[in-house]
T-cell receptor, first 113, second 112 residues
Framework: NAGVTQTPKFQVLKTGQSMTLQCAQDMNHNSMYWYRQDPGMGLRLIYYSASEGTTDKGEVPNGYNVSRLNKREFSLRLESAAPSQTSVYFC????????????FGPGTRLLVL | KNQVEQSPQSLIILEGKNCTLQCNYTVSPFSNLRWYKQDTGRGPVSLTIMTFSENTKSNGRYTATLDADTKQSSLHITASQLSDSASYICVVSANSNYQLIWGAGTKLIIKP
């Protein structure tokens, strides 16, 4: 039982490049989330998926797209990376809504030059 | 505006000592409040959850309190250990939407 896994662990991009961050959970959770964490700030929700087949914008969705591929997998895509997207990205999942315990992956550290 | 503020920003204490971390929130309507522990380089892990009717909840050496009237919560750590070094994040859930309001965290360093 791996919980929530994320790939890659670390990535360096040049401005304008694209990439996809992968996330998978093996806990049969319905809801999945993508957050970014910047120094001195709380986690900010980028997108979430309340259930398979649905996605919704969070607090900071601009510059990102998501896909809920199936119940297990939720990917985050940066179409044209910008230095402002340098951050640590966390994927999380929960059985039901946001008020329930969220289980986090180890994070992806992204540096955009 | 829904906000969660934590204090202090950082704290250094000696191993074996106790400490208390504070969380003030302005979130309405209130659903629940959680404390998460985040080790360096890892994702957050839930420590406790407090609902509106709960005043105190313990999880081993961690005790969380909630005063829903003053909209304040605290996390007390007893007999600190080196492994308690981490960031502690207060998170409030509002009934009205799907999102959580995350505090910026308190970075706790335990020195031997």
């Amino acid at each position: 039982n791996a919980g929530v896994t994320q790939t890659p662990k670390f990535q360096v991009l040049k401005t304008g490049q694209s990439m996809t961050l992968q996330c998978a959970q093996d806990m049969n959770h319905n809801s999945m989330y993508w957050y970014r964490q910047d120094p001195g700030m709380g986690l900010r929700l980028i997108y979430y998926s309340a259930s398979e087949g649905t996605t919704d914008k969070g607090e900071v969705p601009n510059g990102y797209n998501v896909s809920r591929l199936n119940k297990r997998e939720f990917s985050l895509r940066l179409e044209s990376a910008a230095p402002s997207q340098t951050s640590v990205y966390f994927c999380a999942s929960s059985v039901g809504g946001a008020g329930e315990t969220q289980y986090f992956g180890p994070g992806t550290r992204l540096l955009v030059l | 505006k829904n906000q969660v503020e934590q204090s202090p920003q950082s704290l250094i204490i000696l191993e074996g000592k106790n400490c208390t971390l504070q969380c003030n929130y302005t979130v309405s309507p209130f659903s629940n409040l959680r404390w998460y522990k985040q080790d360096t380089g890892r994702g957050p892990v839930s420590l406790t959850i407090m609902t509106f009717s709960e005043n105190t909840k313990s999880n081993g050496r961690y005790t969380a309190t909630l005063d829903a009237d003053t909209k304040q919560s605290s996390l007390h750590i007893t007999a600190s250990q080196l492994s308690d070094s981490a960031s502690y994040i207060c998170v409030v859930s509002a009934n009205s939407n799907y999102q959580l309001i995350w505090g910026a965290g308190t970075k706790l360093i335990i020195k031997p």
